[in-house]
């Protein structure tokens, strides 16, 4: 995208968020830019006290007070504008920065499954963080800085403009070279040394996270010194950058500086010259002088503010990538709420093909699972059985044919009814850094103790909550860290429990569990499994002997598909030969029998 789209669509956007706030944003310019205009005024008020000064005489000081009177209640008036400011800037940076925040994260997490498979949790909450604070320091620098440095130069040259146009116009051209060559320089020797140098800024705190996480590893090679190296090099290459990033400014303030003795020059000699012609009084050469001040406050820190924009701009870029994306899986205009009486699913004529991949995984597939049946998913790693159940669940959209559950297309009913249909008991379960009765109650909010409780206790979460130090509110760690695998599973089989849901499908978890913790989970999965239709991926084979049919994958295809003792009694058949490279002779006999 060019430079100019990019900008109008980030004023576009802030825009919105200021205007979200129709009478506070009102308010807040029309006393930003009256504050400024009495800023403006104050040093004409100087003048005003010396030219009263002049006039009068010591035993009659009346009008010398009233002059000195307005000079000081300008200045106050200023002040108290100019804070009035700030606590508008206040709440309406603050409102906006929720709002940012909420449409970004409502939007993000409605992202598809593959979406997020695809991008790095943390970079999406860093972009997402950067973006609320990018619009604050862009409003801030609007406010405080590019609005009323433009009232300023308007103000100063019209006022001069009116009583000498000469000098309105010699300060207005000087002002306007110093703009330009501030703006300039700003964007064209500044700031590309900035970036390179946050560039390194942020590889230096890669440098310190990966190193940091990976301290496990770095411990057991004794590899700390080869890290600090590592370290070293980067920051080394940050240190010269930083360097010529903080010159270039340091030079580019002596030029401005320069620049400004210029236009103080050009601006007090006409004075002078005015003075001498009988146009100016001194009280005129007093706000002359203060003007000067008044106009280096505000256009010393202009190319700062210049950079300070073009920085926000481009970190609000991915907040506006996100604002802009159209969900990849959206509900129909049309859809209702799927409606579940007993759980029949058939997939018609699937086909099916990640995005990216070169092949398609399912090509013209058909199945029927009739309702309540439990049904077992086999076959090597790779073969589609998890992408079979995410279909189900509608996380992709498919390429063709359709996925029927009692009739209903699941293309056309809502994603939100559909996924509240199936109950899932994942692999590796998400646990969120919360009590563990809230993760229990995860899948039913308005769930009661008494229900959360009999839920753990049909699936034995209840025996290793007598261990916990708080029970039932134990914070459970980040994603469950604080529980083994097979404990978060069995949290996940309660959910599922509290859910009731009339689908359920469950995948194995692949790294094996203790044998007590697998018997658990088996009879809670009896349990759980009974009158619903159920799907099981099997990792570990040992699990599905009782359900009621297993389906064998390889490459998107079914190639074998019956019972448990069925499938053993084909020798050489697929399922039988993946038993046996699984389990012990011993086991299979016992698989046999
Ligand atoms: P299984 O559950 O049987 O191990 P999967 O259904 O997970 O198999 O995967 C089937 C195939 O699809 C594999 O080759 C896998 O690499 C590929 N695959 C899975 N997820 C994605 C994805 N998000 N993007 C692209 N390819 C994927």
Known sequence: MNDKSKYGRVLRFVSHYWLMFPVLFATLVVTRVASTLIDVAVPLASGAVVDAVIASSPDQPQAAYRALAWFIGLGAAFALARQLVAFLVNRMSARAMVAIGRDAFAKVQRFSADWHANAFAGSTVRKITRGMTAYDSFTDTVA?????????????????????????????????????????????????????????????????????????AVKSFAAEGREDRLFLDVARNWEWRAIRSWDRSAISGIVQSVMLVGLQIAMLGTGLALWSAGQASPGDLTSLIATQFLINGYLRDIGQHVRTIQRTVNDMDDVLEFRDAQLQIADGPEAKDIDIANGRIEFDRVTFRYSGASKAIYEDF??????GQRVGLVGHSGAGKSTFVKLIQRLYNLDG????????????????????AIGLVPQDPVLFHRSLAQNIAYARTDSTQEEIEEAARLAHVDLFVQGLNKGYE????????????????????????????????????????????????????????????????????????RLDRILVFDKGRIVEDGRHDELMGKSGGVYRHLLETQMSAGEIEAAAE
């Open 401 to 420: 044919g359709r996925i029927l559950i009692d009739g209903q297309d699941v293309a056309n009913v809502t994603q939100k009814s559909l996924r509240r």
């Open 144 to 216: 405080f800085g590019l609005l009323p440095a433009f009232v300023v130069v308007v103000g100063v040259s019209a006022t001069f403009w009116w009583r000498w146009p000469l000098l309105g116009l010699i300060v207005a051209v000087a002002i306007v070279i110093f703009l330009v060559v501030t703006v300039a320089l700003s964007v064209l020797y500044v700031r590309p040394a900035n970036v390179a140098s946050r560039e390194w800024d942020s590889k230096m705190s890669g440098v310190l996270a990966d190193s940091i996480t990976g301290n496990q």
């Open 474 to 545: 134990t914070l459970v760690g980040e994603r469950g860290v604080k529980l083994s695998g097979g404990e978060r599973q069995r949290v996940a089989i309660a959910r599922a429990i509290l859910a009731a849901t009339p689908i359920l499908v469950l995948d194995e978890a692949t790294s094996s569990l203790d044998s007590v913790s697998e018997l658990y989970i088996r009879q809670a999965i009896d349990r759980l499994s009974k009158g619903r239709t159920t799907i099981v991926v099997a990792h570990r084979l040992s699990t599905i002997r």
């Open 366 to 371: 058909s199945l029927v699972i009739p309702a």
